[in-house]
């Protein structure tokens, strides 16, 4: 792949360089901690994996980290798995959220959007009122830290409330969000048991109300260890017999009081996609979580007192809770309830306009989606306050950068980032004072040593390989729930390079430093020796207007041979006639390679994806391979299973 260094989409001022958070900060480290003073965000990074205590050192002391316990070392293992982070040091992270009530009580905490999109705002007093109410409710239910505390909400104030009321007691929030079936909760819920269930009792997508009464008296019966339910009428119904009341318990003024738990307490408990089994539980710390979402949203977004951080999200995503921890940082936090197209495709930017968003965070399939439905964003909308849009979820494709630039605004930062769940942050993405080139990501993270390395684990440069991380970071997990002996964290992604996070992406780290995401590793597509991300494929082949979305698989034959399958999901009225097949052989010639031309171009009914909007490779690829439904794929963890038929009866009819 080639990455000679073209011209950059987007080159930040210098007023903008000068006044981000990240040049003061590495202004200030250098005076106090002997970080490089020149050599701009490069020499910063190497300070920052070379000198890995003192840069997080640095974190604490400069976002005013408040210990009330001092820590004895900053890192007292590096080991992975098992680094032990800060030690004898004791915080509270709903503490640190609520911080800028003491400062700017009457200012907006949160901007609490739904389907008709008419803002309304939660003061920094309010919230930390009603977070005191509940927090005092909780200890009365006799809940304790450790315990679990589950919520089944939509995105909506209550739920950012209920996570740090949990905090504050030092319970361990989980939650999921209402359009997931009985199945999948009870899926991730069971395995943590759950003393606590805020529900609500429905929620509104599409313009259409959905009733989730029974769901929940299914999760009721089915999750024993409940001790309370607490019912949430976002559709007015009356609670069910047995349930508290949300109002009784968030009407108090009560001043709130943060338990101080350590450093490595367990905060909340997210879960991985589950695609081929039981959903991976993965735990992360209270204090691992502050201080890598301070500087990933404070020096990496860039986010401060004036900014208002959208990201369009669900509580079933790991983005929502990055989305609360904005409020470490002093921000207003906009929570948007309802569908991501409606009424019409362009709603986000609309929520965008109506909440004077300054970082403004959505998928990869969204923007492209808008490019394909011909969205004029900066032509029809107010974007002015909008500085940064950000995406995730997938690779952004190149032409995904181009339409940003040139719909929205010219001087526009676009930072598509990546990172995973496994550690509720971001690998590489958003840097404040870097150019942006077209479908890269500006840099690796700080702290975050992150490489790209052959099958033999040697570092490569400009060339494609497995994305590693070679020392320890602090939200990397504690734990997975019921994994006593640790061996499923560490066949997850320790079993490839002991030692070393191995994560499941390709990737390459180009010579200027920036990354291009290729894929899933374990989805790779290899024709005679040449390995490529499926990334690449959908990339090229969702240029045609005529495909509204593809899926591509490899596989290795019993004789040998390899059989490449594309399946295209084509926009309405389209057909797969000759004409467009040739044009999809040409488009992966002209742009990828003659190898990657796929064996069979076949039309579906529908790409399945997760829960979380991800299309699903390796579960549909051991469907091909002849493997039964019921063993190929964790059902509740499937947007649509329907979809799964058809390629269970492709596979019938091959074999």
Not at 337 to 366: I, K, N
Not at 560 to 583: C, I, K, Q, S, T
């Amino acid at each position: 792949m080639s990455t000679v260094n073209p011209q950059p989409l987007w080159q930040p001022d210098p007023e903008r360089i000068a006044h981000a958070q990240i040049t003061e900060f590495q202004a200030w480290a250098a005076e106090h901690h002997g970080a490089p003073g020149e050599g701009g965000y490069a020499a910063l990074h190497r300070w920052s994996v070379d000198e890995l205590d003192t840069f997080w050192k640095a974190v604490t002391e400069w976002f005013d980290v408040r210990f009330s316990t001092p820590y004895t070392r900053v890192l007292a293992d590096r080991s992975m798995p098992g680094a032990r982070w800060f030690p004898g040091a004791t915080l509270n992270y709903a503490e640190h959220a609520l911080r800028a009530a003491a400062t700017r009580p009457d200012e907006p905490a949160l901007l609490c959007v739904d389907e008709t999109q008419e803002p309304r705002p939660v003061t920094w007093s309010e919230l930390r009122r009603q977070v005191g109410s509940l927090a005092a409710e909780l200890r009365a239910l006799g809940v304790r830290p450790g315990d679990r505390v589950s919520g089944y909400l939509p995105n909506i104030p209550e739920a950012v409330v209920a996570l740090l009321a949990t905090a504050a007691v030092g319970g361990v929030w989980t939650s999921c969000a209402p359009d997931f079936g009985a199945r999948s909760v009870l899926d991730r819920f069971q395995q943590v048991e759950p003393v606590v269930l805020f529900t609500v009792d429905g929620y509104r997508y599409g313009g259409k109300e959905h009733d989730r009464r029974d769901t929940v008296a299914e999760l009721r019966r089915e999750l024993p260890t409940l001790r309370a339910v607490v019912h949430i009428p976002l559709l007015g119904t009356a609670a069910p017999e047995g349930a508290a009341e949300w109002p009784a318990l968030t009407n108090a003024n009560t001043e709130p009081e943060f338990e101080q738990v350590p450093f490595d307490h367990p905060l909340w408990v997210l879960y991985s996609s589950g695609t081929t089994g039981l959903p991976k539980a993965i735990v992360q710390s209270q204090g691992g979580i502050l201080v890598e979402h301070l500087k990933q949203l404070g020096l990496h977004c860039d986010l401060g007192p004036e900014d208002r951080f959208f990201w369009y999200t669900s509580t079933g995503w790991m983005m929502w809770n990055f989305l609360v921890s904005g409020l470490l940082t002093g921000t207003t936090v906009v929570l948007y309830d309802g569908s991501p197209g409606y009424p019409g495709t362009g709603a986000q930017w609309s929520v965008a306009e109506r909440t004077r968003a300054t970082l403004y965070g959505t998928s990869a399939a969204y923007v492209m989606a808008c490019r394909k439905a011909d969205i004029h964003p900066g032509r029809d909308h107010d974007l002015s306050r909008v500085r940064c849009v950000a995406t995730t979820g997938s690779p952004l494709p190149p032409d995904g950068f181009r339409w940003l630039h040139d719909e929205v605004r010219d001087d526009l930062w676009i930072a598509s980032v990546s990172g995973g769940t496994d550690v509720c942050s971001c690998f590489a993405g958003a840097v404040p004072t870097l150019p942006v080139h077209i479908g890269e990501l500006q840099a690796p993270g700080l702290g975050t040593d992150l490489q790209s390395w052959d099958p033999s684990g040697k570092p490569m440069t400009d060339e494609v390989g497995e994305l590693v991380v070679t020392n320890p970071m602090p939200s990397m997990p504690i734990y997975f729930w019921n994994d006593p002996d640790g061996s499923r964290y560490r066949d997850s992604y320790f079993d490839t390079y002991p030692g070393v996070w191995r994560h499941g992406d390709w990737i390459t780290v180009t010579s200027r430093g920036s990354v291009i995401i290729h894929g899933r590793s374990d989805s790779t597509l290899n024709r005679q020796g040449v390995r490529m991300g499926s990334a690449d494929i959908y990339e090229a082949v969702e240029r045609l207007p005529e495909i509204r979305e593809s899926l591509v698989i490899g596989i290795e034959q019993p004789d040998g041979g390899y059989w490449m399958p594309l399946f295209v999901h084509l926009a309405p009225g389209a057909v797969l006639d000759e004409a467009l097949l040739n044009r999809i052989k040409q488009t992966i010639r002209e742009h990828l390679s003659p190898r990657h031309i796929p064996d069979e171009i076949i039309e579906v009914p529908g790409v399945p994806h997760t829960l979380t909007g991800k299309r699903i490779e390796v579960p549909v690829k051991r469907l091909l391979q002849g493997t039964p439904l019921e063993k190929a794929v964790n059902p509740g963890s499937i947007d649509n299973l329907d979809l799964l038929h058809f390629y269970e009866d492709l596979a019938r009819k091959r074999s």
